[in-house]
C-alpha cells in the first residue's frame, strides 16, 4: 500500500509547531485577559498604534502587545508597563519577528 510522503519539516515549520504546542489559554490568553485588553484599549490613552504613532500615523489599536516578549512569565505577561496598544499590522509584524517568521529564528512569542 502506497502512502502519501510526509512533508518534510523544514526548520520554520518546526518554530510554528512549537508554539502550537500550547494552547492560548496555556500560554495565558484566558477570559481575564480578555477582560484587561478590551479595558486596556479602551483607555482613551491607548486608542493609538504606539508603532504608527512614532511614525506619525494616527491608527486605531487593536492589540495589546507585551513589549518584551514574556514566554509565559507570569508577572511579564500581566505587568501594564510591558503592555503597548499597537494594530493588527503593527502587532503581527513584531510578532513575526520574535516568533522568527519572515526567515528570522523564533525567539518567543510575544
Ligand atoms: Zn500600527
Redesign the pocket.
Known sequence: MTRGRKLRSRPDRRAADDRRRLTAHQRGYTRRWAHARRAYLMDPAHVL?A??LALG?L?PATEVDHIQPHRGDRRLFWDRANWQP??K??HSLKTARDDGGFGNRRKDFT
Open positions: 498604534c508603532h504608527c500615523d491608527t499597537l494594530c499590522s503593527c
